[in-house]
């Protein structure tokens, strides 16, 4: 407590000259430090509101002998006041020092002085002159009538000065200096969250002048940035996509609060993922191809310096299936080539990759698959690293549209005849792609193997939880599993589960026999949770598959949390795809 | 409804008595009792703000309290109207604190429930704390664009012209139609009370609203309507003809450019505008030796005000063009239709337009 008390004095005395500095804040370089500096001194304000609500005011005076002074020359510096809640923090202060019975001149001077300040915060600002005052005094109104109209008006005005700066360019007599742009910019930082404000900080955000260099105070970008990722103010994404556009800092300021959100939130709800990614606005935003080549190169880093997290790649694809959607609806608008958004690749693997599954009749589906493995296959197989970059470029490319592996690993389970080397190929790539190719055609030949275990199980009528895990399990006579490999073997059997026609099969069984760890269970989780999803963006009926799918992931949820036990720690590392490590070295164009 | 009615009037007095040194007497459960009242009739607003007989009621009850203010005759100060009812708690405390001459103890009390403090949850925007937090942080928005405003102004001046010019709509829109000349009586109270240059420019500012969309028809009114500009307008711009003494005097001290987009909006008024440059016209007379036109008395506008003006009118879109053009040419075949300058003003007036334009 004494700890906090001397911190706390420090901060006065910072604040205290602090404000001596800034006087008024009619300066450019006291309004800019200022700005800096407020969510800091509202902090400051709510400490000291704290500490000061427990004393009364004789106390405060002798603990705190220039608590007026602080207090006054707050009062006087209007960005402070304009600032969130600011003047709320600093009238509860001032209340503070009233006393309600006051013994002697002194403390009903204190009184009389407080309650001139507490006047002054809220009557005090001047803005009428002299006739002004009389013409409003003679209606019957006074300031707190008139102010939010008078404050509306000024806003229009303002915006429709710089609309038609907007427009008009060098001829207009109207053209307001950039020196004004930039004063309102400064000014604005303070107001942002003030709904009147709205107009005109869109205005400023959307009207470009006609300087070749950014007229806008940087701060400003910032201020407009934080307001609207804590949903502080309500802008239009025009708007928004201009200040992206204009001020790099804040779209990676955007993306990473997007990142955090879709991280730490309940993993493995699909649905809420979507809602954040469409309420960020950066799938929509990214349909200028420059923010897509941003936000992708971040998802890149996240992926890299997470080794493949399954977090991230969930969040790579449902983004990039709510970009494509942006892009659809756009598509009258902005006309770019898809090479602007993926430079680094093959524009015929991309046109494949881009396609619809919906679009294209699922006994058709095979085709594309086709096609999109003997592409990959063709690159990553090219000794020369070709121009279209190595395995890894290749590998992120691909997992942007994951929905073709989940595709690929159905239509193996479900095919009757041989399974296809090319999906065995993409399946193994897309769960391993750093692996050299003995040891992808080592997966391939296990995949295999399983694959044509579970075949015949299709002829019994009856499946035991027993019955799969024989069919998965490993031969001795040759090496382990990776784990990798080990993970998509499982997520065939849950395939095969979903769709053999043949019997019921104990969830409950199932699950305890293939689902030993809280990973493993974490990881079906996703999968199946992924699968739902898929076949209602694909409208696949399956309501047999689709209860099965149901009944599976409520077990799982339910030894999920039997399993967490108090204060155990998820063990995420397990899971983690070695693969990349090392893999940041190779530096792709 | 008569009880509501009372409390309306003792609520009202209640808030003259607030800016009096009466308050000295006030003890904490005055405060308390005045907020309470405040915050009722808030409600009520809130409540019956769209029930048209209502509100009509609550209007004329409120409107037959502004205080008469000095002799017999002189009209009534506008006070409460219905709109300010939804903010009668905050005009009440703003004038609580400002009045020093209520006592210490009072105050306090009244401090501590203007500013709870934090515990109370904020997100409801009614509060009272809400709403003195957002009328102060309101005012130095305004500050800071007006004061730190860098360099010329003119825009932002507009701006306070053009909320004067609203606030004096919405007071003759309160002036109920009924009356006979209430509401030229009204203006022309307002003309001898108040600063007569800025009300000029008010004027002007009013007639050149923007016009809003008409009111809904029916009983449902929305909770703050904005009065409409256009029966306004058209109010004061027979009330401006009707006072020749104002009339010359808008006329005298607005800019050139001003009185041009009002004749363009309102056409009585252009026509007499016309009809008094015309008046003006005739008192000059042409002056051989100095080769121009020249007043007979120094008040009398000169030919360079007088082309100014037409010139400006000339510049104006058609119809107000065309209209002027037609008018100067009647008043030039009037004179005798004369083509050579210096017999007819109208005929040199039209030859300087005319190569002018």
Known sequence: MAQDLVGFSSDYQFWMQKLSLWDQASTLETQQDTCLHLPRFQEFLRQLYEVLKEMDSNTIIERFPTIGQLLAKTCWNPFILAFDESQKILMWCLCCLINKEPQNSEESKLNSWTRGLLSHILSGFRFDTKEVGLFTQGLGYVPADYCPGLLKNMVLSLVSELRENHLNGFNTQRRMVPEKIRFLSRVCIPLVTLP???PLVEALLTCHGHEPQEVLWPEFFDAVNEAFLLKKISLPTSAVVCLWLRHLPSLEKATLHLFEKLISSERNFLRRIECFLKDSLLPEAACHPAIFRIVDEMFRYALLETDGAPEVLVAVQGFTRCFVEALEKKNKQLK????????YASPSLVTVLLQRPEDIPQELWHQPLKHISEMLREIVEDQTHGSYGGPFECWFLFIHFGGWADIAAEQLVMSEAEPSEALLWLLAFSCSPHDGSPQRAQTMVEVKAVLSRLKKLLRSPILSAKDLQAAAAESQDRDPRPPLCQQLIRRLLLNFLLWAPGGHVNAREVIALMAPSDEIAHDMTGFLDQTLYRWDHLRMEAPRSRKLARELLAELRMVGTAMQGPGSPRPRDVMRRPFLRGMSAENEP | MESLLQHLERFSELLAVSRTTHVSTWDPTTVRRALQWA??????????????RIRTALERRLRSQWRQKGASGSAAVPGLNFQALGRCDLLLSLRLLENRALGDAACHY????LFPGPGVPDADEETLQGSLARLARRRSAVHMLLFNGYGENSVLEESVLKTQAE???????????AEAEGRSRFLSTLWDRLPQKNFLKVIAAALLLPPSSPRPQGEELELDTPKTPGEGGQELVHWLLARSDVMAAFCHDLPVGLLASVAGRHPEF???????LTDWGRHLHYDLQKGTWVGAEPQHVSWEELYGRFQSLCQAPPPLKDEVLTALESCK???????VPGLSIWTDLFLALGSGS
């Open chain 2, 110 to 113: 009244l401090l501590q429930q």
């Open chain 1, 336 to 343: 770019f080539t898809f090479k602007t958004y993926f430079p």
């Open chain 2, 167 to 177: 606030l004096l709509l919405e007071r003759l829109g309160e002036v109920p139609k």
């Open chain 1, 196 to 198: 009147d404000i709205e």
């Open chain 2, 270 to 276: 252009s026509r007499a505008y016309l009809g008094l």
């Open chain 2, 333 to 339: 075949a009037q004179d005798g239709d004369f083509q």
């Open chain 2, 39 to 52: 915050r009722y009739l808030r409600h009520v607003h809130r409540r019956f703000g769209r029930h048209v």
